[in-house]
C-alpha cells in the first residue's frame, strides 16, 4: 500500500489556531504532527504523556471540543479552530480542581504515569453525568488503563469529587 | 511515533472532496475522524502522499429518520450515534455504537470511516449488513447506492473507486415484531473485538418470519450468515432449531489466528455469541428491555 515518499521538508506546513486551556495559539505545524506532540513539544505542556502510542492506553486523554480524545490519535491539524483541555487546564487560581484533590485524598494513583488520562476521562465523565454509579465510571474510564492501582482507590477518588462538586 | 510525510488538504464540500481525491490520485486518502487510518499511518502500514480531510465538510454528520427509513451521515461519530434518538428507539444501533472500543475513540470515530477501512474487525459493516443497509457513495460519475452486504470486499478494500467517497448509509426502520442484538467479544474496552454477531429477527408469536445474521471480526470481511438465517426462517424458535443456525454461523465463518485468540477459540465465541444474538433479539421482539453490548474482562 506503500507509494512514493516525500521527505519532510516538501510538505508545506499548514497555519492552525486552537485555544488551549483557554489561551489562544497560532502556529505552523507539519501535517503528520500528532496533536500529543503539538501539546508536548510545542507548548511544552507536558501534562500530558504518551504511554503506548497505539490508541490503548489513554495516558495522553485530553478533551477537544468537550469531547474526550486520545491525542495521540488525532493530528494537530484537526483540532485546528478547537478548544482543547489539558490536565494543565483543571487547577484555577491555584487551586486543585476537586477531581485532583480527591486523585491526592483517596491515594487514586501510585506511579503516576496514566493519572493525567485519568483525571481528563473522569472530568469528561462528570461533566455529563454528575453523579455516576459505580458501574458507569468503570464504563467512564474503560478507555483508560492503569498498572498499578487495581483501580479501587481511582474509582474512590472519582465518586468523591462527584459528590464534592456536587456540593458547590 | 510519526506518520511518515503526507500533504494536507481540507475539503469544503463533496464536490471538493472528490475533486482533490480524483486529481491527486491513488497516493491520497479520505480522512475523517482518523480512528482506523491514523493508526495504521503511525505504524506506517500505509504511507500517502496526500491526505484528504473531509472532517468540516458541512451536513455530512446528520442523523435522521424519515418515511420508514434512517439516514446516518457518513461523519456521525460512534458517540453521537449512541447518544442518538435513533439508538434509542433501535436498540442494534446502540449495542454497536457503545460496543465500539471506548469513550475516546467514539469521540472520534465515525460511521463511514468504519466502514471505509475495510478492516475485518470494524463493526458497523457487521452491524449494517445485519440490517440490510445501502451505502450512498459519490464519486467523479456521479452519485450512487450499493447493499452493503459485499461492499468491503477483501481485507481493507471496498466497493469504492479512485475518487469515490460514502457520503451516509440507510436502512428501512425493523417494523413491529421485529427487533435485533448485536453481541461482541473483547479483550478490553480499546481492543477490537475478538468476534462479533448481529442477529435481526421478525417474529411472529415464537415463529420466525425473518431473520438476518452478520458476523465481524470472523473473517477477512464482514460475513454474511445466509445459510443460518435460512435455518431460522419459517421455524418455531426452539433449542435444536438455534442449534443449527449457530453451527452453520460457524460453518460460515474463516476465524484468522492471531494475538486475539485461535480459530478455534473464536469459533466457539461465534457460537456462543449467536446464541445469546438470538436469545437478546427474541426477547426485544417481545417488549423485553434488554442491555448488552461488547462483553471484556
Redesign the interface.
Given at each position: 500500500?506503500?507509494?512514493?515518499?516525500?521527505?519532510?521538508h516538501?510538505?508545506?506546513k499548514?497555519a492552525i489556531e486552537l485555544s488551549v486551556n483557554g489561551k489562544r495559539y497560532r502556529r505552523e505545524v507539519?501535517?503528520?504532527?500528532?496533536l500529543v506532540?503539538f501539546l508536548r513539544e510545542e507548548l511544552r505542556l507536558t501534562g500530558t504523556h504518551i504511554g503506548c502510542?497505539?490508541?490503548?492506553?489513554?495516558a495522553c486523554?485530553v478533551l477537544?471540543n468537550g469531547?474526550?480524545?486520545?491525542s495521540?490519535?488525532?493530528?494537530a491539524?484537526?483540532a485546528d479552530g478547537g478548544e482543547v483541555l489539558t490536565v494543565e487546564g483543571l487547577e484555577q487560581d491555584g487551586q486543585l480542581h476537586p477531581l485532583q484533590a480527591a486523585f491526592s485524598e483517596h491515594h487514586g494513583l501510585q506511579c503516576g504515569y496514566c493519572t493525567p488520562g485519568m483525571l481528563m476521562?473522569a472530568y469528561?465523565?462528570l461533566e455529563r453525568n454528575p453523579k455516576p454509579s459505580r458501574k458507569e465510571i468503570r464504563?467512564?474510564i474503560?478507555?483508560n488503563?492503569c498498572r498499578c492501582t487495581g483501580y479501587h482507590n481511582i474509582f474512590e477518588a472519582i465518586e468523591a469529587a462527584a459528590a464534592a462538586m456536587r456540593k458547590e | 511515533?510519526?506518520?511518515?510525510?503526507?500533504?494536507?488538504h481540507?475539503a469544503e464540500s463533496v464536490a471538493e472532496a472528490i475533486g482533490m481525491l480524483s486529481e491527486l490520485g491513488?497516493?491520497a486518502r479520505a480522512?475523517a475522524g482518523?480512528?482506523s487510518l491514523?493508526?495504521l499511518?503511525?505504524?506506517?502500514?500505509?504511507?500517502?502522499?496526500d491526505?484528504v480531510?473531509l472532517?468540516r465538510i458541512p451536513g455530512l454528520d446528520a442523523i435522521e429518520q424519515r418515511d420508514g427509513e434512517v439516514r446516518i451521515g457518513a461523519l456521525a461519530t460512534h458517540?453521537r450515534i449512541a447518544r442518538s434518538e435513533i439508538a434509542a428507539a433501535i436498540p442494534i444501533v446502540r449495542d454497536c455504537a457503545n460496543g465500539i472500543?471506548?469513550?475516546?475513540?467514539r469521540?472520534?470515530g465515525t460511521i463511514g470511516g468504519n466502514l471505509c477501512s475495510g478492516d475485518p474487525s470494524c463493526d458497523w459493516p457487521a452491524l449494517l449488513t445485519t440490517l440490510d443497509a445501502q451505502v450512498h457513495c459519490e464519486g467523479p460519475a456521479g452519485k450512487r447506492s450499493l447493499p452493503v452486504d459485499g461492499f468491503v470486499e477483501d481485507l481493507?478494500a471496498t466497493a469504492l473507486q479512485e475518487g469515490e467517497i460514502v457520503t451516509g448509509v440507510s436502512f428501512a426502520l425493523p417494523g413491529p415484531g421485529s427487533a435485533g442484538a448485536y453481541v461482541g467479544f473483547k479483550r478490553?474496552?480499546?481492543?477490537y473485538p475478538t468476534t462479533s454477531v448481529g442477529v435481526q429477527l421478525t417474529l411472529s408469536g415464537a415463529d420466525c418470519v425473518d431473520a438476518r445474521i452478520a458476523l465481524g471480526s470472523s473473517g477477512l470481511t464482514p460475513i454474511h450468515a445466509t445459510a443460518a438465517e435460512a435455518e431460522l426462517r419459517g421455524q418455531t424458535l426452539g433449542e435444536a432449531v438455534i442449534r443449527r443456525a449457530a453451527e452453520a454461523a460457524v460453518a460460515a465463518s474463516d476465524p484468522i489466528d492471531d494475538q486475539r485468540g485461535s480459530p478455534a477459540f473464536k469459533r466457539r465465541l461465534i457460537d456462543t455469541l449467536v446464541r445469546r444474538g438470538i436469545d437478546v433479539a427474541r426477547r426485544r421482539c417481545a417488549g423485553e428491555q434488554v442491555e448488552v453490548s461488547h462483553e471484556y474482562y
Open positions: 500500500m506503500s507509494t512514493t515518499e516525500l521527505a519532510a516538501e510538505v508545506p499548514v507539519e501535517p503528520r504532527e500528532l506532540q502510542d497505539t490508541t490503548y492506553c489513554g486523554t477537544l469531547e474526550p480524545v486520545k495521540c490519535t488525532v493530528l491539524v484537526q476521562s469528561a465523565l464504563k467512564g474503560q478507555g488503563v | 511515533m510519526y506518520p511518515a510525510p503526507f500533504r494536507y481540507r491513488e497516493g480522512l482518523g480512528q491514523l493508526v499511518l503511525k505504524i506506517r502500514f500505509d504511507e500517502p502522499t491526505l480531510d472532517a458517540a472500543a471506548d469513550n475516546q475513540v469521540s472520534r481493507y478490553c474496552a480499546p481492543a
